[in-house]
């Protein structure tokens, strides 16, 4: 399956994250790894699978929301539907804050306005580099879960 990751990072969590998601599917998918500020709306055509990561940040003085990058890139995409393509999200925060990975519960409501199949819960984590080791596992595992759904479609 061909698939695409479009993240955004500011301390580099979410784009750890992403290698290790890209080296688990990539044993059997094609997976193409993208910035949201390298992203265009035409990228996304070619692929069965989009998966968006991005941290937890104030934007536009409200808390928990996705990374100014990757809130252009849902802007540039917010008309558009993708019935037939396949959606996962994961991202980065820190549940010291009031809306804890608020980013994943924004791009989630963004997947459903785009008619877009959420294929697997998304993934929330807590503090990425503090807990570092336990975070590569929970988004190792998290791949994973994800490449066993992928094989049932
Ligand atoms: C200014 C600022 C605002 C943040 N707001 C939130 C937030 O609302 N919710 C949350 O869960 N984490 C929040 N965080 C924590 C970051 O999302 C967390 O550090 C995350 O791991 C950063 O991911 P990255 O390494 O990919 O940039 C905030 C951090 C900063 C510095």
Redesign the pocket.
């Known amino acids: 399956m061909k698939i695409l990751l479009i993240y955004a990072?500011?301390?580099?969590?979410?784009?750890v994250s992403s290698r290790i998601i890209k080296d688990v599917l990539g044993k059997k998918h094609s997976v193409v790894v993208k910035k949201a500020v390298e992203t265009k709306p035409k990228d996304l055509a070619k692929y069965r699978l989009i998966i968006f990561g991005s941290?937890?940040?104030?934007f536009d003085g409200k808390?928990?929301?996705p990374?100014e990058t990757m809130q252009a890139l849902m802007n540039k995409l917010k008309k558009k539907k993708y019935k037939k393509k396949l959606f996962a999200v994961y991202g980065?925060?820190?549940?010291s804050?009031?809306?804890?990975?608020?980013?994943v519960d924004e791009l989630e409501k963004f997947v459903g306005g785009l008619d877009g199949t959420l294929t697997i819960p998304s993934l929330r984590?807590d503090?990425?580099?503090y807990h570092l080791e336990k975070n590569k596992e929970s988004v190792k595992k998290w791949a994973k879960q994800l490449d066993t759904v992928l094989k049932k479609i």
């Not at 990072?9 to 784009?15: D, M």
């Not at 941290?55 to 104030?58: G, I, K, L, V």
């Not at 980065?92 to 549940?95: A, E, R, Y």
Request: hydrophobic fraction near 25%; include cysteine; glycine fraction near 16%.
């Open positions: 990072t500011n301390s580099g969590g979410t784009f941290p937890s940040w104030d808390e928990g929301q990374h980065c925060g820190d549940s804050f009031t809306h804890f990975c608020g980013a984590m503090e990425f580099f």
